[in-house]
């Protein structure tokens, strides 16, 4: 079935240690957004590519960056994460930006910072 | 900038119909409703998305009056496993730098037996 896979579920990291989240799709969809959703709260957008485009919210930290290397895969690097960056991640695809396109997600990551 | 309200949560019952009513008052002309379902530990999922006037689907009806300022989420004859976070979403063009996509706080849907 045609999906978005995110690998691994779930990631431990120290504080300060780099880490990188990675999301693949067999949707071949256009879009691919990173959304940070912390316990009891809505996911935020965080950053999206359309194909190599890549289109960063004003209020996301400098210490996210994020790589999409081709149409399948994007990845999520933190660079030095921090207890507060302690979070689900989640991944999803779209065909297009407009608002009439929904939105596929992954099952996402949880990060635990140690 | 289409900022959205919802109830923090609700109960039902099994085999009721619950609405869910989503404010979105400042609605940009160009902006679809969608609503997604979120359940513990997993991606939220799509359910419906809708313009104007009523759509429906296997899952769920939407309605949006003709002002587009709020829509209603209609889940017919519940069960136990529509327990879950209920997200409204109004968007537009992400290519207008003004125009975002912002979760609101989403309503926590338990249904009781």
């Known amino acids: 079935d045609a999906m978005v896979i995110q690998n691994p579920r779930y990631q431990v990291t120290q504080f300060g240690k780099p880490v990188t989240l990675s999301c693949s799709q067999t949707l071949n969809h256009n879009v691919m957004y990173w959304y940070q959703q912390k316990s009891s709260q809505a996911p935020k957008l965080l950053f999206h590519y359309y194909d190599k485009d890549f289109n960063n919210e004003a209020d996301t930290p400098d210490n996210f960056q994020s790589r999409r290397p081709n149409t399948s895969f994007c990845f999520l690097d933190i660079r030095s994460p921090g207890l507060g960056d302690a979070a689900m991640y989640l991944c999803?695809?779209?065909?297009?930006?407009?608002?009439?396109?929904?939105?596929?997600f992954g099952p996402g990551t949880r990060l635990t910072v140690t | 900038l289409a900022k959205t309200t919802q109830p923090i949560s609700m109960d039902s019952y099994e085999g009721q119909e619950v609405n869910i009513t989503c404010s979105h008052n400042?609605?940009?002309?160009?902006?679809?409703i969608t609503w997604y379902q979120q359940f513990p530990s997993q991606g939220p999922r799509f359910i419906i998305q809708g313009y104007k006037t009523k759509v429906t689907n296997e899952v769920a009806s939407l309605f949006i009056p003709a002002d587009r300022k709020s829509s209603t989420l209609s889940l017919p004859r519940v069960s136990l496993s529509d327990t879950a976070v209920y997200y409204c979403l109004v968007g537009g063009l992400l290519m207008n730098r003004d125009d975002k996509i912002i979760f609101g706080k989403g309503t926590r849907l338990h249904i009781l037996p």
């Open positions: 999803a695809t779209s065909r297009g930006r407009d608002g009439e396109y929904e939105q596929y």
């Open positions: 400042n609605i940009a002309t160009n902006d679809y």
